[in-house]
């Protein structure tokens, strides 16, 4: 990933840039994803975030690992976003993944770790760590123990068997399968259905969920969150309620 990719209508596209390596992150990407985060949640102008992989091949397949498998002193895997190898960053904003062909090991944490996933008809889903011995940090068994149904998962991490696209549907762990030259046209349409809503709602909305999502239920519904208390000042909460009386859609500023 370079980045720098333009922000086009509240929308910050990210794109991982190294298809001869099936989107592997070097340091260098796992950089340019960690600004790119930070530059995200500090841009009140971008309301939602899509990444995706350049070639019809690999959407990523993890860390690169062509310098060896230490990966000390280096931030987490995705620029932080995964927490495997290094502190956990936390992207405020709604993330969706656009995914295609070979989505496996590190690559198919980084996808976990979107709030929305839209998936190419070609994608593969796997973990492959067990079956070539090179497992490491675990977080992608957690993750993936928490998305999928037990047994699924389970299989998956003992055998290192992958998915298909048609699987991952229907076992919830993506939201829409499409053709991948449609891919990008799906994704696009996911931000924009988010970005219908009230940004700052969406925003405290999914640091609530978060927040509390490792809490038992009665823990997790009787704490009040500081972004949603905070929403009750926000300009466009007024916006909102007045819309919804005059039956109109409401235009949001994200403030």
């Not at 390596?21 to 530059?39: C, E, R, S």
């Amino acid at each position: 990933s370079d980045g720098q990719s333009p922000i086009d209508g509240l929308v910050a596209p990210f794109r991982l840039n190294g298809p001869q390596g099936l989107n592997a992150i070097t340091p260098q990407m796992a950089q340019a994803l960690f600004d790119a985060w930070a530059k995200t949640n500090g841009d009140s102008e971008i309301w939602a975030v899509i990444l995706s992989a350049e070639g019809e091949k690999g959407f990523c397949i993890g860390a690169d690992v062509s310098g060896g498998t230490d990966r000390s002193g280096r931030m987490a895997l995705g620029g932080g976003l995964t927490g495997i190898g290094g502190p956990l960053a936390k992207l405020r904003k709604p993330l969706i993944a656009a995914v295609q062909g070979f989505c496996v090991g590190g690559g198919f944490e980084l996808a976990m770790c979107a709030d929305i996933i839209v998936a190419a008809d070609t994608a593969q889903f796997g973990l492959p760590e067990t079956k070539v011995g090179i497992i490491g940090e675990c977080g992608v068994v957690h993750r993936a123990i928490r998305q999928l149904p037990y047994h699924i998962a389970m299989a998956m991490i003992l055998t290192g068997e992958r998915i298909k696209a048609d699987a991952a549907l229907q076992y919830g762990l993506v939201n829409e399968v499409v053709a991948y030259g449609d891919l990008q046209a799906s994704a696009r349409k996911w931000a924009d259905k988010i970005n219908a809503a009230s940004p700052l709602a969406v925003q405290a909305a999914k640091a609530a969920v978060l927040g509390r999502l490792g809490h038992p239920l009665e823990v997790a519904v009787m704490r009040k969150f500081g972004e949603i208390e905070a929403y009750h000042d926000a300009a466009d909460r007024p916006r909102g309620l007045a819309a919804a009386g005059e039956r109109r859609k409401p235009v949001w500023t994200g403030k």
